[in-house]
């Protein structure tokens, strides 16, 4: 696990803090082009978020724009560059919520949507509903003027790649199938095998971002093409208010990796919980449940960001990298991977 004490505890008048998921390749593996690339997307990330913001937007201008630029990417697993489906397919899941009002919005299982995040946004402020899912998510899109995208837009050799090793993983019996089942957790609760990184290597690079806006909203959103080989219309944490994404009173949580602890753990409203009845700091609670309460069950890959009404800023992960970063209220940009 990386060394994240001696980290710097940023904090801002108002920004916005973003990540890239957790899936993040051994440094041997990552190319200096490969690593260039993901800073500078997140560098372009931020700088978006941070401009809409600037010129008189909201928190939720920010996040939106600030997701949309990853969105946009082909390097993240979400909007353009998702993974695919077993069916060769994308599937794509993304939420967002206000702290101050509790607003929110959510989709799940689209697969023509160019911007997810700008469907739940829709969602949160046009629709009665919270949540929607596949074909009325996409009619409802249609409604608000978002057009279908062809599947081609989606296409991406390195995430067909990705399909593939997966298959081949999962028919070869060297991988643990990509949904995890209730006998392989009690298998691993009863001291089998973790789950390593390996298998975390082909779900991740989803996106996410919270933002403290100058009236002090805070907004949290996230957007992913989840795990590569997924079945049976799975949905991970992501579009699931409480689990992937959350915004109350105390904070704004984004989460990315394994989905299935992460909705199990209610990771993002925890946060805010220990926070609001427990007393404890951002940085406190988040750090309780990313590194101990996901590894209690030694399986809960993954991490957070997240921010406070303060502006304190905290990106905890239990895995050897997250791509990351924030910015502040003078457009001040870090951004970091290991
Ligand atoms: N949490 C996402 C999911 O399970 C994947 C990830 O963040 O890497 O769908």
Aim: proline share 3%; with cysteine.
């Amino acid at each position: 696990m990386p060394d994240q004490k001696n980290e710097l505890l940023p904090q801002v008048k108002w920004g916005l803090v973003i990540h890239g998921g957790v899936g993040v390749l051994p440094r041997h593996e990552l190319t200096p082009e490969l690593e260039a690339d993901y800073l500078r997307t997140l560098t372009a990330s931020l700088s978006e978020g941070y401009q809409a913001m600037s010129r008189g937007g909201t928190a939720v201008d920010g996040v939106v724009k600030a997701i949309e630029v990853m969105e946009d990417s082909v390097i993240f697993n979400a909007g353009r560059g998702s993974n695919f489906t077993s069916d060769g397919v994308v599937s794509m899941d993304a939420s967002l919520m206000v702290g101050d009002t509790l607003e929110a919005g959510a989709v799940a299982g689209i697969s023509d949507v160019r911007n997810p995040i700008r469907l739940a946004r829709h969602v949160m402020e046009e629709c009665p509903h919270v949540m929607l899912v596949g074909s009325g998510a996409e009619a409802f899109a249609r409604e608000v003027g978002l057009e279908a995208e062809d599947s081609t837009y989606f296409f991406t050799q390195r995430r067909w790649d990705d399909l593939q090793a997966a298959k081949a993983r999962e028919a070869g019996g060297e991988a643990r199938p990509n949904t995890v089942d209730v006998e392989d957790a009690r298998a691993i609760a009863a001291g089998a095998e973790p789950l390593t990184e390996e298998d975390l290597k082909h779900r991740s690079g989803t996106v996410g971002a919270v933002a403290l806006d100058r009236e002090g909203r805070l907004v949290a959103g996230t957007s992913t093409g989840g795990s590569a080989n997924k079945k049976w219309g799975r949905i991970g944490d992501s579009p699931v208010i409480a689990a992937g994404t959350y915004a109350g009173s105390h904070c704004g949580v984004s989460c990315t990796g394994w989905g299935e602890y992460f909705i199990r753990h209610a990771v993002a409203h925890d946060i805010q919980a220990r926070m609001a009845y427990m007393g404890l700091s951002l940085r406190d609670a988040a750090r309780q449940v990313v590194m101990e309460k996901l590894e209690e069950h030694r399986k809960g890959l993954g991490g957070v960001v997240a921010m406070d009404r303060e502006g304190k800023i905290e990106m905890s992960f239990n895995t050897r990298g997250m791509y990351r970063g924030w910015v502040d209220e003078e457009g001040q940009i870090r951004v970091a991977i290991f």
